[in-house]
């Protein structure tokens, strides 16, 4: 076990949040530095600290790495950071262990008879790229795929996507943060014109009202739950709205908690919009300057009253009203949204939904109001940034032929060298296509498709394929790797260097500490490798790839977002050594970064039909718009006000199947648990997966904490032990993180066995405008496998 040095705070597993420092509205948020070091470790004894930041969920906590004997022995939080002023949550104080693991992949693998076997990176390297040129030529660039993380560093993501859409041509690239931001990044473009973060976590600092929508802050963000639970001590604390169909810590400490049913917040946020717009509670002069689609709003949500959402979303009328109260006469309105909605029935109209609620109030560009799309993972906002998430880089628009021509500038190649003939494949088409032999060649890195997406026993099938040649980068044999032709042995935090940007726009600097294991490589140098060992040029005969580390690269990506909603040409290595993160846009005329990228008297500029990274798309059939659509509603490019009618879910519960299931993350954990699975502290507090359920239904069915249930639905069946009280009646929720490699077999069950992975039970269904999975929209029945026999089986 480790020591947690975190000055009185305790211990961070069952008191996760620690100790208070409550302040007062519009104060600075006090100062916590939290640390965490090696048994027997005393910070007299670290030899170096060496700035980092965290790598486990989105908040971009600052850190500095621990080392001695050229070992990473702890971290600690950096107290001068605007984002976590030295705080850090359980994963960031714990999961350094991680990369001391005995089963950290050092050297190249590669199939032989069947077998992954140990080899070398002249090897394997040359097998990626014999096939590369072989498929090019018979096939054409589109019968190779790129799938990416949320995990890489910005140089990284930049560079891959150079070399996939202008070395090779394809236009199959994605990351995983199709499955838990891509509504976030469609919603902002829907109603802004452009990706990027309206707010700001200072915002926290100044709200009088905050609004959680499908966002169990506490969890996935725990540093700035910590931020509002500070707020809450202090005088004039924040009001909470929390719509949320699970009791969660942020549930237990809202003044409002709105639990509809899984699939309706769209009829629920229609009533919202209805009640403000008819109590009176809208900003007539923001509306008038800044947007234009309201009258289309206020039409569509007329018949939209509470009792009309009561009777869809099983809330009560005047809980709906006691909400609408709370944000409609909110001074400061401050909004979050994450995986509740993102990953339920009509994703993006609901997302947008609250977009059009800041903008009909005038809540946006002022301290303390403003809406934060959130984002799951580290650096899923550099994922879409740099166009590794299908769009082309600095949020251009693939359907404006001078920003493409933009980019082939900077690039110094031929605007037809990129391919923008159709939109970009997303992940869940990027699988079809290789399911059906069009794609031949995947590489994916540093994520695990095989755990984390819809219907497992399809993707394993799809991954078993004798004509599919899969690479997979990552730094363990993951449930993934184990399908793979080649391994490669990637570096990761702590021992390559990099930025990443954070979910309120914050960019790092995470710098080298340790030297990887074994022939580990950094992501960026397998990336550089592959792109000069393919002989990548541009249209003057250089190399298209032209830098040869990351700062460089970084330099490079300067470049490229220049004149763009992401600029980072104010920004360097040396600027990003100083004592905190700073946010884009940073250039020249706002060198210190900032804050909140819309000013509320000046309003949207991005949307401008010459600007716009999108032309806008139909939220109930994902269709697009076009440009001459978009031109016509929005010619002077304001903030555009979307309305969307409630679809009901394509599954409902019945006979069969009477629930409605979930799927959640837990705080102790990251994704699959490649990392945070191997964490003694972490693992020790949620070693297994579990089924929630309602009291009232566990009651009703005979079942107790701890008993063995079987999930089943129409695509297939897992097993966990029960929980009970944490959700609404009616609804199942499962942690998706649980896999397959820490289990005694190390691999997924036979055909028809019930599994472990709450993937196993989530069929393919996706937004139609996002793009992104439907984790959450599963019709679900549960039965007792084994009745609980001791404290030991219990939760």
Same mark, same amino acid.
């Given at each position: 076990m480790r020591r947690n040095q975190a000055n009185g705070t305790g211990d961070r597993i069952t008191d996760p949040w620690g100790q208070r420092t409550p302040y007062d509205r519009g104060g600075q948020w006090p100062v916590r530095r939290d640390s965490c070091l090696a048994e027997a470790i005393t910070e007299a004894e670290v030899e170096a600290w060496v700035r980092a930041a965290s790598l486990l969920h989105s908040d971009g906590d600052a850190m500095d790495i621990a080392v001695q004997h050229g070992r990473i022995v702890g971290v600690r939080g950096r107290p001068g950071d605007r984002v976590n002023r030295g705080r850090l949550e359980p994963k960031d104080l714990y999961a350094w262990q991680a990369n001391g693991s005995a089963d950290r992949l050092t050297r190249p693998l590669v199939r032989e008879g069947g077998q992954l076997v140990e080899s070398d990176w002249p090897t394997a390297m040359g097998r990626i790229v014999a096939r590369s040129r072989e498929l090019v030529a018979s096939r054409g660039p589109e019968a190779l795929a790129f799938y990416t993380s949320g995990q890489l560093f910005l140089e990284e993501y930049y560079t891959?996507?150079?070399? =996939? %859409?202008?070395?090779? /041509?394809?236009? #199959?690239?994605d990351g995983n943060t199709r499955l838990c931001t891509a509504t976030a990044a469609e919603a902002l473009k829907e109603?802004?014109?452009?990706?990027g973060q309206p707010g700001s976590y200072e915002d926290i600092d100044h709200a009088d009202a905050i609004a959680l929508f499908g966002h169990n802050i506490a969890e996935t963000q725990a540093v700035q739950w910590m931020r509002i639970l500070d707020r809450l001590e202090g005088d004039a604390p924040p009001r909470l709205l929390c719509v949320d169909p699970r009791l969660t810590p942020v549930a237990r400490r809202a003044t409002v908690h709105l639990a509809p049913r899984l699939g309706t917040n769209v009829a629920l946020l229609n009533a919202l919009l209805h009640e403000?717009? %008819?109590?009176?509670?809208?900003?007539?002069? &923001?509306?008038?300057? @800044?947007?234009?689609?309201?009258?289309?709003?206020?039409?569509?949500?007329?018949?939209?009253?509470? %009792? *009309? =959402?009561?009777?869809i979303c099983d809330v009560p009328a005047a809980a709906i009203e006691e909400a609408a109260e709370l944000l409609g006469t909110a001074d400061r309105l401050l909004s979050t949204v994450l995986q509740g909605f993102y990953q339920a029935n009509q994703a993006t109209a609901a997302a947008v939904q609250v977009n059009n609620l800041h903008l009909i109030r005038g809540m946006l560009g002022r301290p303390g109001a403003g809406v934060l799309q959130m984002n799951g993972q580290p650096t899923a906002e550099n994922t879409r940034e740099c166009g590794a998430d299908g769009d082309l880089p600095g949020f251009r628009n693939w359907q404006n032929e001078d920003h493409v021509a933009d980019l082939a500038h900077v690039w110094n190649v031929e605007p037809s060298a990129i391919p923008h003939d159709g939109p970009p494949t997303h992940a869940m088409e990027i699988f079809r296509l290789a399911e059906?032999?069009?794609?031949?060649?995947?590489w994916i890195s540093a994520t695990n498709p095989a755990v984390s997406l819809p219907d497992l026993a399809r993707i394993r099938s799809v991954l078993a394929q004798e004509r599919l040649f899969t690479v997979v980068q990552d730094l363990f044999l993951t449930e993934t790797a184990q399908f793979a032709d080649v391994v490669l042995p990637a570096a990761t935090w702590g021992e390559k260097t990099g930025t990443f940007t954070n979910a309120d726009r914050t960019v790092h600097l995470s710098e080298k500490a340790v030297d990887p294991p074994g022939e580990a490589r950094p992501d960026l140098d397998i990336f550089l490798d592959y792109a000069a060992r393919m002989g990548f040029k541009d249209k003057d005969g250089g190399p298209l790839v032209h830098w040869d580390g990351p700062e460089e690269a970084f330099e490079a990506w300067k470049l490229c977002s220049a004149g763009r909603p992401c600029d980072y040409t104010g920004l360097s290595y040396d600027v990003l050594r100083g004592p905190s993160g700073i946010q884009w846009p940073c250039t020249e005329d706002a060198p210190e970064g900032t804050d909140r990228l819309y000013d509320h008297d000046d309003g949207v &500029?991005?949307? #401008?039909?010459?600007?716009?990274e999108t032309y806008g798309k139909d939220l109930v059939t994902g269709e697009p718009l076009g440009e001459e659509q978009y031109r016509s509603m929005n010619p002077d490019g304001k903030a555009l006000i979307r309305p969307a009618p409630y679809i009901p879910p394509k599954e409902w519960p019945d006979e069969d199947h009477p629930f409605q299931l979930t799927t959640g993350r837990t705080l102790y954990h990251f994704h699959t %648990?490649?990392?945070? !699975?191997?964490?003694?502290?972490?693992?020790?507090?949620?070693?297994?997966? *579990?089924?929630?359920i309602a009291d009232a239904d566990?009651?009703?069915? !005979?079942?107790?904490?701890?008993? +063995?249930?079987?999930?089943?639905?129409?695509?297939?069946?897992?097993r966990g032990? +029960?929980?009970? /009280?944490?959700?609404?009646? /009616?609804?199942?929720?499962?942690?998706? @993180?649980?896999?397959?490699?820490?289990?005694?077999a190390g691999n997924a069950p036979a055909p028809g066995t019930p599994g472990r992975a709450a993937n196993e039970v989530i069929a393919t269904v996706w937004d139609p405008v996002s793009k992104q999975p439907q984790f959450k929209a599963a019709a679900a029945a549960l039965t007792l496998v084994e009745r609980v026999v001791g404290p030991r089986d219990r939760p």
């Amino acid at each position: 076990m480790r020591r947690n040095q975190a000055n009185g705070t305790g211990d961070r597993i069952t008191d996760p949040w620690g100790q208070r420092t409550p302040y007062d509205r519009g104060g600075q948020w006090p100062v916590r530095r939290d640390s965490c070091l090696a048994e027997a470790i005393t910070e007299a004894e670290v030899e170096a600290w060496v700035r980092a930041a965290s790598l486990l969920h989105s908040d971009g906590d600052a850190m500095d790495i621990a080392v001695q004997h050229g070992r990473i022995v702890g971290v600690r939080g950096r107290p001068g950071d605007r984002v976590n002023r030295g705080r850090l949550e359980p994963k960031d104080l714990y999961a350094w262990q991680a990369n001391g693991s005995a089963d950290r992949l050092t050297r190249p693998l590669v199939r032989e008879g069947g077998q992954l076997v140990e080899s070398d990176w002249p090897t394997a390297m040359g097998r990626i790229v014999a096939r590369s040129r072989e498929l090019v030529a018979s096939r054409g660039p589109e019968a190779l795929a790129f799938y990416t993380s949320g995990q890489l560093f910005l140089e990284e993501y930049y560079t891959l996507a150079v070399l =996939a %859409r202008a070395g090779i /041509g394809t236009s #199959h690239l994605d990351g995983n943060t199709r499955l838990c931001t891509a509504t976030a990044a469609e919603a902002l473009k829907e109603s802004f014109g452009s990706d990027g973060q309206p707010g700001s976590y200072e915002d926290i600092d100044h709200a009088d009202a905050i609004a959680l929508f499908g966002h169990n802050i506490a969890e996935t963000q725990a540093v700035q739950w910590m931020r509002i639970l500070d707020r809450l001590e202090g005088d004039a604390p924040p009001r909470l709205l929390c719509v949320d169909p699970r009791l969660t810590p942020v549930a237990r400490r809202a003044t409002v908690h709105l639990a509809p049913r899984l699939g309706t917040n769209v009829a629920l946020l229609n009533a919202l919009l209805h009640e403000i717009i %008819r109590r009176g509670w809208t900003d007539a002069d &923001y509306i008038a300057r @800044h947007t234009v689609g309201y009258e289309t709003l206020r039409a569509q949500v007329g018949a939209c009253t509470p %009792r *009309w =959402a009561a009777g869809i979303c099983d809330v009560p009328a005047a809980a709906i009203e006691e909400a609408a109260e709370l944000l409609g006469t909110a001074d400061r309105l401050l909004s979050t949204v994450l995986q509740g909605f993102y990953q339920a029935n009509q994703a993006t109209a609901a997302a947008v939904q609250v977009n059009n609620l800041h903008l009909i109030r005038g809540m946006l560009g002022r301290p303390g109001a403003g809406v934060l799309q959130m984002n799951g993972q580290p650096t899923a906002e550099n994922t879409r940034e740099c166009g590794a998430d299908g769009d082309l880089p600095g949020f251009r628009n693939w359907q404006n032929e001078d920003h493409v021509a933009d980019l082939a500038h900077v690039w110094n190649v031929e605007p037809s060298a990129i391919p923008h003939d159709g939109p970009p494949t997303h992940a869940m088409e990027i699988f079809r296509l290789a399911e059906e032999g069009t794609v031949r060649m995947m590489w994916i890195s540093a994520t695990n498709p095989a755990v984390s997406l819809p219907d497992l026993a399809r993707i394993r099938s799809v991954l078993a394929q004798e004509r599919l040649f899969t690479v997979v980068q990552d730094l363990f044999l993951t449930e993934t790797a184990q399908f793979a032709d080649v391994v490669l042995p990637a570096a990761t935090w702590g021992e390559k260097t990099g930025t990443f940007t954070n979910a309120d726009r914050t960019v790092h600097l995470s710098e080298k500490a340790v030297d990887p294991p074994g022939e580990a490589r950094p992501d960026l140098d397998i990336f550089l490798d592959y792109a000069a060992r393919m002989g990548f040029k541009d249209k003057d005969g250089g190399p298209l790839v032209h830098w040869d580390g990351p700062e460089e690269a970084f330099e490079a990506w300067k470049l490229c977002s220049a004149g763009r909603p992401c600029d980072y040409t104010g920004l360097s290595y040396d600027v990003l050594r100083g004592p905190s993160g700073i946010q884009w846009p940073c250039t020249e005329d706002a060198p210190e970064g900032t804050d909140r990228l819309y000013d509320h008297d000046d309003g949207v &500029y991005w949307a #401008h039909p010459d600007l716009c990274e999108t032309y806008g798309k139909d939220l109930v059939t994902g269709e697009p718009l076009g440009e001459e659509q978009y031109r016509s509603m929005n010619p002077d490019g304001k903030a555009l006000i979307r309305p969307a009618p409630y679809i009901p879910p394509k599954e409902w519960p019945d006979e069969d199947h009477p629930f409605q299931l979930t799927t959640g993350r837990t705080l102790y954990h990251f994704h699959t %648990r490649t990392k945070t !699975g191997r964490v003694p502290e972490l693992a020790e507090a949620a070693p297994d997966v *579990w089924v929630e359920i309602a009291d009232a239904d566990a009651v009703r069915l !005979g079942l107790a904490a701890g008993d +063995l249930v079987e999930v089943s639905t129409r695509c297939g069946a897992l097993r966990g032990r +029960l929980r009970t /009280g944490t959700v609404r009646p /009616g609804v199942l929720c499962v942690p998706f @993180h649980y896999g397959y490699w820490d289990t005694p077999a190390g691999n997924a069950p036979a055909p028809g066995t019930p599994g472990r992975a709450a993937n196993e039970v989530i069929a393919t269904v996706w937004d139609p405008v996002s793009k992104q999975p439907q984790f959450k929209a599963a019709a679900a029945a549960l039965t007792l496998v084994e009745r609980v026999v001791g404290p030991r089986d219990r939760p």
